[in-house]
């Protein structure tokens, strides 16, 4: 790592752009992010104060670049901020220079828009594999990143690898966990909430926030967009991670979904098919957590609605990897989408479309594709389509059946995607910052809409698309307006830095959607 450019993009004296960061506004009131450091032993009840942003006040870098780095063939460019709109000394030049040495390797033009705010350099035609910065005159240094084929290798496994150090239930060891290595945790018998004399066996699946909780329509949503990821990109998930299933001839997301899946079949209530809400860890302050009770809570409608989703979709990806595994899960789908339809929750949930169209693919039979009806004959069904989670995942579910469809339907759901993904384009291409809204704090937005792009772009290739989905990622990792990499905390200037608690590795459902962003472009 290149620590001595840190000290001085931070220190050095900048003439026009001196940007003190503060706290991102996040929402962390439906999920705590899970946990970046785990205890050496154990985990333990965390302490309040930590869960907020530090009160940091450190400066930010005005050159702005990918931390993590670009790949040696593609479309490369910097951004340089400016609080001076109307500033005649704005630098011309911009030099790339080594990280080793400090030598000049690279000199290109930066352009300046009427407003002055956000200048822009490309240097796509440099593809020279290594390690650099960017130095302009009167903006100072950027953080070092580097160039190569491979850059988003290191980043794809940490994103993943995030799942297995929040596995419950084993103890990791220093051999895959490194650092993070602990002990066992939670593995007596839990008790309901509602009677405390049913024990019951939920050991496994990940744990999903601070509090050590596991929660099932949170896993089946993370599992939801894992199994997109790798049906839109299956190569790009490999089988060297580094995590105990590692080399078993499996790609390791799948073999990571499977862990929690493990964990979403014992939650099922096999005598009525109902799916039990979470398993919650009771502990008391300043208990240790590994060795606090666990209480699961009652089943729900929502619950075992999203369970017969996810374990529908599980049961087709599964199918020509582990027949065995694929049936079990497709009989536990339709135990639970029947669970659910006694419970009158068909239609009044989403994820009920989302069900109906994974088992529609499954078996063809006709009760799924009614269900799907009821929501096609909606007036709003294309709008729906585009903002709704389980509309969207179940609608691309349906474009990919080989059962039969409704063509029409197929028509809509298309038109919705090219529509929107037009949308997407023609905003990145008019933000300062190349990406596909002016909510620069909205990660979650900008995440949802890169998967739009994703399908899109696996209906209809589009280098276009590619681009632009690498300009979000780009941005996430450090050419953004903070100039802070919101991913990670292992590099020069962070979110952490910038005074955010939370990364997008650290927060479950986000890290899931990455992972998405990143298939598409390696």
């Not at 999903?208 to 839109?232: H, K, P, Q, W």
């Not at 080399?247 to 073999?255: A, E, F, Q, T, Y």
Request: aromatic fraction near 10%; charge should be negative.
């Amino acid at each position: 790592m290149f620590t001595h450019k840190k000290r001085g993009f931070r220190f050095v004296a900048l003439v026009s752009c001196i940007v003190l960061a503060c706290g991102c506004s996040e929402d962390v009131t439906s999920i705590n992010p899970i946990t970046d450091t785990i205890q050496e032993d154990a985990l333990v009840t965390p302490d309040p104060a930590l869960s907020t942003a530090a009160n940091i006040q450190s400066i930010s870098p005005c050159i702005l670049v990918d931390q993590n780095g670009y790949r040696t063939g593609a479309s490369k460019a910097v951004l340089f901020k400016s609080d001076d709109p109307a500033s005649t000394l704005h630098p011309s030049v911009f030099e790339i220079r080594k990280a080793v040495d400090d030598t000049t390797v690279f000199t290109a033009s930066i352009s300046w828009p009427e407003d002055g705010t956000v200048g822009c350099g490309f240097f796509t035609d440099f593809q020279t594999d290594g390690d650099y910065y960017i130095y302009a005159e009167g903006l100072g240094y950027s953080c070092s990143f580097s160039i190569g084929d491979d850059v988003y290798d290191t980043i794809y496994k940490s994103a993943l690898r995030q799942f297995y150090l929040n596995r419950c239930g084993i103890a990791l060891t220093q051999e895959y966990a490194g650092d993070d290595a602990r002990g066992i945790c939670h593995s007596d018998l839990a008790t309901l909430e509602e009677n405390s004399s049913v024990t019951l066996d939920i050991t496994g699946g990940w744990h999903l926030d601070s509090n050590a909780d596991r929660d099932v329509e949170t896993g089946c949503l993370i599992i939801d967009n894992l199994l997109f990821a790798y049906e839109m990109n299956p190569d790009v998930f490999t089988d060297d991670c580094g995590i105990p299933e590692s080399s078993n001839g499996v790609p390791d997301m799948l073999d990571e979904v499977r862990y929690e899946v493990n964990w979403l079949l014992k939650m099922q209530d096999t005598g009525t098919g109902g799916v039990y809400t979470s398993a919650l860890t009771n502990a008391k302050k300043g208990e240790n957590l590994s060795m606090a009770a666990v209480v699961v809570t009652k089943v729900t409608p929502e619950s075992t609605v999203n369970f017969a989703a996810t374990l529908a979709w599980c049961s087709y990806v599964y199918a020509e990897i582990d027949s065995v595994f694929s049936k079990k899960c497709l009989m536990a789908a339709e135990s639970a989408y029947d669970a659910a339809a006694s419970m009158g929750a068909l239609g009044k949930n989403d994820a009920s479309f989302l069900a109906a169209a994974q088992l529609y693919r499954m078996t063809g039979e006709k009760t799924y594709e009614n269900c799907l009806s009821t929501y096609f004959k909606s007036s709003t069904f294309e709008a729906d389509f585009i903002l709704k989670d389980y509309l969207f995942l179940g609608g691309i579910c349906y474009l990919k059946t080989t059962k039969p469809v409704n063509k029409d339907v197929c028509s809509k759901i298309m038109n919705a995607l090219i529509g929107e993904a037009e949308t997407i384009s023609v905003a990145s291409k008019k933000s300062d910052y190349m990406v596909s809204t002016d909510d620069y704090e909205d990660v979650a937005s900008l995440l949802r809409n890169m998967r739009c792009l994703t399908v899109t772009n696996h209906i209809i290739y589009s280098q276009e698309y590619v681009e632009i989905i690498e300009n979000h990622a780009h941005f996430l990792l450090g050419s953004g307006p903070t100039g802070a990499n919101l991913a990670t905390d292992n590099t020069e200037y962070t979110y952490k830095d910038y005074g955010s608690s939370k990364g997008i590795l650290y927060d479950p459902i986000m890290d899931a959607e990455f992972l998405i962003l990143l298939s598409a472009i390696m």
